[in-house]
């Protein structure tokens, strides 16, 4: 994952937290927390979809949808969370139901 600048980090930490909208297509917002503006985020530990904020521990979903392969972040609006198997829905439609 790319480090990014601390400047841009906080930059796009403040657009970002007064508009969700749009996350899912920021590649940089892989590595800010949105919580606490920290740009320290790395996998969580056994969860292949969930990343997770060195800083506050603020953990969130994140990860390539397995059908489309667009990406999915659970802070994006457009993202719900799917009450069946708890992973997010792509703007696709599909969820964790679809690959069993
Ligand atoms: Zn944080
Ligand atoms: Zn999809
Ligand atoms: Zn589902």
């Known amino acids: 994952m790319e480090m990014l600048d601390r400047e841009v980090g906080k930059q ?20 800010v927390c949105l919580i ?4 320290h ?8 979809f969930m990343l997770v904020c060195r800083n506050c521990g603020f953990a ?19 993202n719900s969370g799917c009450p069946a198997c708890g992973l997010r829905v792509c703007t696709c439609g599909a969820c964790g139901c679809q690959s069993g």
């Open 41 to 48: 985020i790395r996998p969580k530990d056994g969860d292949e």
């Open 60 to 78: 969130f979903y994140r990860y390539a949808c397995k059908e489309c392969g667009k990406t999915v972040d659970g802070r994006d609006p457009l």
């Open 12 to 31: 796009l930490y403040e657009r970002y937290r007064r508009n969700r909208d749009g996350i899912r297509n920021s590649p940089e917002m892989a590595s």
């Open 36 to 39: 606490c503006g920290s740009i």
